[in-house]
């Protein structure tokens, strides 16, 4: 009986030593340190930060539909099937993004800064310019757009900004510098993306269609490829130059389409040209009435006796060296219809030139 009633009381003063924090008197506790004052960000981090919230009301994420058969009923559904980034061109809802980032979608959808989402109606695009403009109709006030800089004057080493919505991640920014100018792509169109903007910038699946920034907060560019074996960043990324943008983007509202100047010739395929040795361009045909018509070009014919004459063989517009039907393109699209041209070419082996008023091409 004593042993239990001493071990209650052991129990019961024990109980009450603990309560009262006696235990704990002795023992360490560890306590939140003390927070040091962060104090002003560096002059570079406040202009990036600055560029950043002053450019990002104008980006866009951009989602697209496709129209899909549900399994056992003949009705079908728009489900979604990609993402990727675009800019607001004007007050009149124009959107500027990658063609290829809208390619083959039943619809699209546009989000902007302030998460309201709007329907989008496609105005134009070109496919050998990987360019394409919608449309919303959103309030005029919900629409800024950033200002347009120039590519033509880029260096390498100046920095770069990309703002777009990788992996669907948006507003994102990554920063970086223009690695190299004037870089060619090829496309599966046949044509070559020329003159592109090689940039460090991080640049990932959904970025595409977003503006490329110099420190100024203008678009010089558009994110529009990556150079990368898995698909996903490695440091190698391009973008459209804003010159090229900025030519294209007013026909494309305007028209729905580019409208192309041409010599009004067709000309063989590149693959003709390297089979005879050629120093340029074939021209096959010549349509009646075409400034090359006028000029007294020479298209291919065949002799009395069935002899094949080959016509004259294009090699340069204005200089700019002509070697394959896509460098006669890449050529003509530097100047209008209705403008003059210097047209090199080869006739019977000796080289002259012929000046040729250029034609709207269909």
């Given at each position: 009986m004593k042993t239990k009633t001493l071990f209650w009381i052991v129990l019961i003063f024990t109980a009450g030593w603990l309560l009262r924090g006696e235990y704990f008197s002795n023992k360490t506790i560890d306590t939140p340190k003390q927070v040091t004052p962060r104090g002003n960000f560096s002059n570079p981090e406040q202009e990036t930060i600055a560029l950043f919230e002053n450019s990002r009301r104008a980006v866009t994420y951009i989602r697209t539909l496709v129209r899909r058969r549900?399994?056992?009923?003949?009705?079908?559904?728009?489900v979604e099937a990609g993402a990727g980034s675009g800019w607001i061109w004007d007050q009149a809802g124009h959107i500027v993004t990658n063609y290829h980032v809208i390619r083959g979608a039943s619809a699209a959808l546009v989000t902007l800064a302030d998460n309201k989402t709007y329907r989008a109606v496609l105005v134009g695009a070109s496919v050998d310019k990987d360019i394409a403009v919608l449309k919303i109709s959103a309030p005029k006030g919900e629409l800024p757009s950033l200002p347009i800089g120039q590519s033509h004057g880029l260096k390498v080493g100046q920095s770069v900004y990309a703002i777009g919505n990788p992996f669907g991640l948006d507003f994102t920014l990554t920063t970086g510098v223009i690695s190299a100018l004037n870089r060619s792509l090829p496309r599966a169109s046949n044509r070559t993306l020329r003159e592109l903007i090689q940039t460090d910038a991080a640049i990932n699946p959904g970025n595409s269609g977003g503006p490329l920034l110099d420190s100024a907060g203008r678009i010089i560019g558009m994110n529009t490829a990556i150079y990368s074996q898995t698909g996903e960043s490695a440091g190698i990324g391009f973008a459209v130059p804003i010159d090229i943008i900025n030519h294209v983007v007013p026909?494309?509202?305007?028209?729905?389409?580019?409208?192309?100047?041409?010599?009004?010739?067709?000309?063989?395929?590149?693959?003709?040209?390297?089979?005879?040795?050629?120093?340029?361009?074939?021209?096959?045909?010549?349509?009646?009435?075409?400034?090359?018509?006028?000029?007294?070009?020479?298209?291919?014919?065949?002799?009395?006796?069935?002899?094949?004459?080959?016509?004259?063989?294009?090699?340069?517009?204005?200089?700019?060296?002509?070697?394959?039907?896509?460098?006669?393109?890449?050529?003509?699209?530097?100047?209008?219809?209705?403008?003059?041209?210097?047209?090199?070419?080869?006739?019977?082996?000796?080289?002259?030139?012929?000046?040729?008023?250029?034609?709207?091409?269909?």
């Open positions: 549900q399994a056992f009923f003949s009705s079908t559904k728009l026909q494309l509202i305007k028209y729905g389409k580019i409208i192309r100047p041409g010599l009004g010739v067709s000309v063989a395929a590149a693959s003709v040209s390297e089979r005879l040795h050629l120093p340029g361009v074939l021209i096959v045909d010549i349509a009646r009435g075409s400034g090359s018509d006028q000029a007294g070009l020479r298209p291919t014919s065949e002799s009395n006796n069935g002899n094949i004459i080959l016509g004259d063989i294009i090699t340069a517009i204005n200089d700019y060296p002509v070697k394959t039907p896509d460098d006669l393109l890449t050529a003509l699209e530097r100047f209008e219809p209705g403008q003059q041209v210097s047209v090199s070419i080869n006739r019977d082996g000796k080289p002259q030139k012929v000046n040729v008023v250029l034609d709207a091409a269909k």
